[in-house]
């Protein structure tokens, strides 16, 4: 009976009923590209402007995927310990924030995924090995810089409103507000959460089949019997990703870095 | 930063419902890939059994054995391909265009749409069947109702793999003479 009356729910699908956004007239294109692994979406009134928005996304893809052996991680991962490598600007400050959230974070933070927090260093763009069984993963915190230079390329192009969405983790500017609806990650199908305006959001989700996985430790273990669904909003995307893993990871929405970053958490 | 969250009533309580966003149509797109084309030229391909076996062998399920394949000309020589596919997900479909070079090289990959369903009907050929035809939206206009979706992470990996199957289909049908 219930799946009768899903189904005939279902009808023709319409984007969210959510109120319309604040700046009318001007003309918006949105275009859509697999990166990252995932579909990465750019609003903004510049076709050339979203192509340098694209062209940004994929030279974070290029320079942080953990999947690419040509990439900065993946050269690492072939260093034997104690040697360095000369890493991209970009790849170097995203480093430098991993390493300052794990240390805000008293460890619930960690792109070394608790294969050992101390195994690797950077400074300037030099990128150290010190153990030889760390290995380094920036999926919790450079699909938000890669949104973050998304956004950057869209203002340097000119524009005056845009977005960039990474498979859940956007960031919006300009005198647009952005209606966001969650994804149901166990039925499929979206809710309206909110509408976002001038920051970033970032969603996580943490269960058995997802794809986000918090590394091992028994803190983390226990924290996600709890925590399953996490938004974070921040004035920045990286921010935003990283948090998520952070108020996961202790199982608090009201964790002191949220704040201190500016930034709000939800958990679901 | 300015977040308003939308009222509890309609957010944790509400049923969910479908989304659908519409970036591009097939035209639009090869346009986009081929801004020089003059002519955009459909070929049917037929790939027979012991063709797709071949596919196979080299580790690429062809999954159908007719495609459309439109070869973008000017003037009379071709200039690349177009290929339109779309790819099933757990809850989304995802429909997406590739443009290739003329000697087959992958050159642009668009998405044309993203719909996500709200539950199985995804496996449903009814539902999918409405989306057939369909034309763009885009461009929209700011006003309209752009909502983006967000949370855990969608993966793309069927994106991939189409992207790979038509690069084989492609390479296949040009050795075989079926594009000229």
Known sequence: ?268 | MRVLLAPLACAALAPASAFAVEYLNAEQAERLMFPDADAFVPHEIALDAAQLQQLDAAGVRARSARWKVLAAQHAGSTLGYVVVDEVVGKFELITYAVGLTADGAVKQVEVLAYRESHGQEIRLAAWRRQFVGKTASAPLRVGDDIANISGATLSCTHVTEGVRRIVAVVTAARRLGMLS
């Open chain 1, 1 to 268: 009976m219930r799946r009768k009356r899903r189904e005939s729910d279902a009808g023709p699908p319409e984007a969210a009923p959510l109120a319309p956004c604040c700046e009318r007239g001007a003309v918006m294109m949105r275009r859509a590209r697999v990166l990252l692994g995932t579909l990465v979406e750019v609003g903004a009134a510049d076709a050339e402007a979203i192509a340098a928005a694209f062209a940004a996304i994929a030279h974070v893809q290029a320079r942080m995927s953990v999947f690419e052996a040509t990439s900065d991680i993946g050269r690492f991962h072939a260093l034997p310990r104690g040697a360095s490598i000369e890493v991209d600007a970009q790849t170097a400050a995203v480093l430098a924030a991993a390493a300052d959230l794990h240390a805000q974070s008293d460890g619930a933070f960690d792109v070394a995924l608790g294969s050992a927090g101390g195994g690797w260093r950077v400074r300037g763009c030099t990128l150290t090995r010190l153990d030889a069984a760390v290995r380094l993963d920036l999926g919790g915190i450079a699909k938000g810089h890669a949104v973050d230079r998304g956004i950057a390329a869209l203002r340097s192009h000119g524009c005056r409103a845009g977005y960039v969405n990474a498979g859940g983790d956007l960031r919006v500017f300009g005198p647009l507000e952005l209606p966001v609806v969650l994804r149901d990650e166990e039925g499929g199908g979206v809710r309206p959460f909110c509408r976002l305006s001038d920051g970033a959001l970032a969603t996580s989700h943490f269960a058995a089949s997802s794809r986000s996985r918090l590394y091992r430790s028994e803190r983390a273990v226990a924290a996600a019997a709890i925590a399953r669904h996490v938004c974070v909003a921040a004035p920045t995307c990286l921010v935003a990703d990283a948090l998520t893993k952070v108020v996961a990871g202790t199982g608090r929405s009201d964790h002191p870095l949220v704040a201190r970053h500016g930034a709000v958490a939800w958990l679901h």
